[in-house]
């Protein structure tokens, strides 16, 4: 008994000595202050990194992504839930990012592969603690407060991070390119994230804005005033309907009705929305049919329903492409878009096509061929005819210029999808009416598609062929690989002027003149001397 | 609540039964109320559309009438009355009465009275089934698609329904002490693989949140159409029920005594009411309280005699359910409110009032055998 009890008393003293030296081990101040990081985190509590962190885990979305979008994906250990859904949504959801394509190639492969540490609200603490991460990441909610002081506990340097507008995210980017010491890069996001803005705000500043209704839920759920919504609404130049309630509210049908918004916006996680790119049905077409008492609304009668991805509206650079894209519905005709076609598309199987009726446009179908390597699935095609009078710079093109070569373009045309997807081998289908053609005196032959190429930063012949010819139009097929810019017009090879007119002719004549000249002064002075 | 001799029974039911002209006055009065608050309900709205116009958009889609008044109105208001607000009325007057006359039903067949319209489990299967379709996406399929929640949660409800009874039969009795528990258990585990598909919905858990408080607001014509013939039906049927839920609660020997059929009608009342509930839930989510606490305030007002209690519970279940929509659409405009807010908020301190100034106990068959 004695010795029992005196075995159990020598345990428990041990295991009290060694509770007692561990905090101590651990607390080992470091006094090297040289390579000391201090950054303000969300809390607006000043976290102090005793040098850059090599072991990073990020319990929230927008810190995995800008991570990466840095290149500091190497650092990252662990990661939350959320995250690992988001990427798996693919790298379409992240093609036309600000920054560093490579880099969002390397998040959509690294992420789902890394441990899923909960989110931050269910943080899984032992594998955590476990993970001995020099630095953690997770969002800061009164909800998420408990989880952040928990970790704190364990001796973790937690950086909170929140958002509620666009200064916020370029505060957390720099924040954390100063973690990363990667501010340079850092510098270039925001650098085009505020030149992309900044190109938007410049086109939509002095125009009208139409009233703008945004429906986040089919509950009715919209976002008031005060929120990141509401702010990407603004910069493209619309203006939300219900901007003077707050937060997320849920909204009356009658008040809908009688704010009568000009244009209508689900996201893509909305039920309607879901039908419409499920069913790849016209979204207005699938209104109609859950919502028939929204015929009488300016955005119904004109047919301005659009879906956006949800994840252009999170807390991440990524929300510069949703206010880039509410510009283009918000203001076409100051993008010289004339007409504008748009519908969620069937699920395509890899290799597999499918073939898209088009109405209201200069277009009669469209073939898109999936990759061979991945369908196309949950896509909004969107056509856009712009007219061949005006500026391509907003879709950072120039126009179609041979030297060498009269141009006559008909039209240009923009083929989209969102998300984006890659298309191989596809077709279009387009027609040209013949008084143009008779008006500019251009043979039928010779009207061509052509493609913007990014890369080379110049436009492509595409092959061309005329499959049918009636009283009022011509009608071509073309194929073309890879979505982008196309134009429709005719090269004709300029031609050459009357040979008094060529300069080359002049220039010879002079010179050979001149030589003659030379040499009959040449030989008169020798024959004087 | 046990009487000596059952033939006293019979007697003391007679004596303390409401008189017909009680019971006609008060089924009048609660008529009255649920037209006023019709009206009322179809005249008041976010947007302010004058009364005359109202009443010329109504009359004039009534056929004889239509001829003498000319459409000068603005089409946005005929849509908004004729659209939006008179299916909203109109399923709220419907799942109104569904939930109330299923909790009166519910609290006379299981003699408690906590017993709600929803005692079988019947709220957890109908959210069960409603998130099947939100968050796992399973849909009737093309054509059908927008009906897919409504009826995976109808046909989960009487699933669940089903699913209580067969638990609780035995043999050919339904004890309710039984059902009761059985319902709790079957409740509980829906409860938890609901909280499981919550946990998976992500970005769709708040369609899912929503649709658990329950509310009004995506009314349209469909539904009152889809969900007024079970609803009508069922408590047509329920009505004639009323003596046997009057002899239920002197207790199966005195009903067996008076010759009525205590099992069947036991088991006619169940199935009748999982129909109707499935029915208000498939249209409206799972709204609470109404069920709770309407049948017990008409209890403390009517008395217990189920001649009285069903039908007057049935309209003023409708009528309060339309005004506390009311409230919910109005109060924080243009926002809305979940009507649940609404009908706890403005129900429970009206019940409390009742509770104090009746002075009696609250209890099922407190006045038939005080």
Known sequence: MNKAMAVCGALALTILLMISVIPQAKSTPSFSTSSEIVVKDWRNKDIVLPKVPDKIISLATPSTIILYALGAGDKVIGVDKYSIDYVKAGLSAFKGSPGNQSYYEKLCEEVPNKPNLGSSWTPSIEMIVNLEPDVVFMYYYSTTEENIRKLEDKGLIVIAI???????????????????????????????????????????????????????????????????????????????????????????????????????????????????????????????????????????????????????????????IGVELMARWFHPTVLGIEER????????????????????????????????????????????????????????????????????????????????????????????????????????????????????????????????????????????????????????????????????????????????AAVVLRYRIMKRS | MRLRKPSAGAGLLEVYMVKRVWRTLAILVTVVTLFGATILAIGVGQVSIPPDTTAAILLSKVPPLNLIFNHNWPTSYEVIVMEIRLPRVLLGILVGAALASSGAVMQGTFKNPLADPYVLGLAAGAVFGASMSMVLGLSLGVGFARYSTPFLAFIFTLLTAFLVYSIARVGKKVPTSTLLLAGIAVGTF?????????????????????????????????????????????????????????????????????????????????????????????VSGTIGFVGLVIPHMLRLIVGPDHRVLLPTSCLFGATFLVLADLVARLVVAPAELPVGIITASIGAPFFIYLLRTKKKAIGLGGRLVS
């Open chain 1, 162 to 320: 929140g958002a509620k507008n666009f200064d916020d995210i370029h505060n957390l980017i720099i924040s954390i390119g100063r973690v990363v010491d990667r501010e340079s890069e850092a510098d270039n996001l925001i650098g085009e994230i505020e030149s992309r803005l900044g190109k938007v705000s410049e086109s939509v500043k002095d125009l009208p804005r139409p009233s703008v209704y945004h429906e986040l839920t089919s509950q009715l759920a919209t976002a008031g005033g005060d929120t990141f919504t509401n702010q990407i609404i603004e910069a493209a130049g619309g203006d939300n309907v219900f901007k003077n309630l707050t937060g997320f509210p849920v909204v009356n049908k009658e008040a809908i009705i009688n704010a009568n918004p000009d244009i209508i916006i689900f996201s893509s996680t909305n039920s309607i929305a879901v039908r419409a790119l499920n069913e790849a049905r016209d979204i207005v077409d699938v209104l109609l049919e859950e919502r028939y008492e929204w015929r009488e609304t300016n955005a119904v009668k004109s047919r301005r329903v659009y879906i956006i991805p949800a994840y252009y509206e999170t807390y991440d650079q990524r929300f510069v």
């Open chain 1, 341 to 516: 076609f748009e519908k969620p598309l069937p699920y395509i199987g890899p290799g597999d096509n499918t073939t898209i009726d088009i109405a209201g446009l200069i277009l009669t179908h469209i073939t898109f061929t999936a990759p061979y390597d991945k369908g196309i699935n949950m896509t909004v095609m969107s056509i856009d005819q712009i007219s061949p009078d005006v500026s391509l710079a907003p879709w950072e093109a120039t126009s179609l210029n041979v030297p060498g070569f009269k141009i006559y373009t008909y039209k240009y045309l923009e083929v989209r999808l969102t998300p984006p997807a890659d298309v191989n081998e596809s077709k279009l289908h387009f027609y040209v009416e013949k008084s143009w053609l008779d008006e500019h005196e251009i043979n039928e032959t010779k009207v061509a598609l052509f493609r913007w190429d990014e890369t080379s930063q110049s436009w492509d012949k595409l092959s061309t062929k005329v499959v049918k010819v009636n009283e009022t139009h011509v009608f071509y097929e073309a194929e073309f690989l890879g979505l982008s810019l196309f134009a429709i017009a005719c090269l004709e090879a300029l031609p050459t002027p009357p040979i008094w007119e060529q300069l080359w002719i002049w220039g010879s004549a002079t010179v050979v003149m001149v030589l003659v």
């Open chain 2, 190 to 282: 829906f409860w938890a693989i609901n909280s499981f598909i919550q946990y998976l919905a992500g970005e769709r858990l708040q369609a899912v949140i929503f649709w658990i408080m329950g509310g009004l607001w995506p009314a349209s014509w469909e539904d009152v159409a889809l969900s007024a013939p079970p609803i009508i039906l069922g408590i047509a049927l329920i009505m004639l029920f009323s003596k046997h839920l009057n002899a239920m609660l002197m207790g199966e020997e005195v009903a067996s005594s008076l010759g009525i059929n205590v099992d069947f009608a036991l088991k006619a009342l169940i199935v009748l009411s999982a129909l109707i509930v499935a029915s208000a839930v498939a």
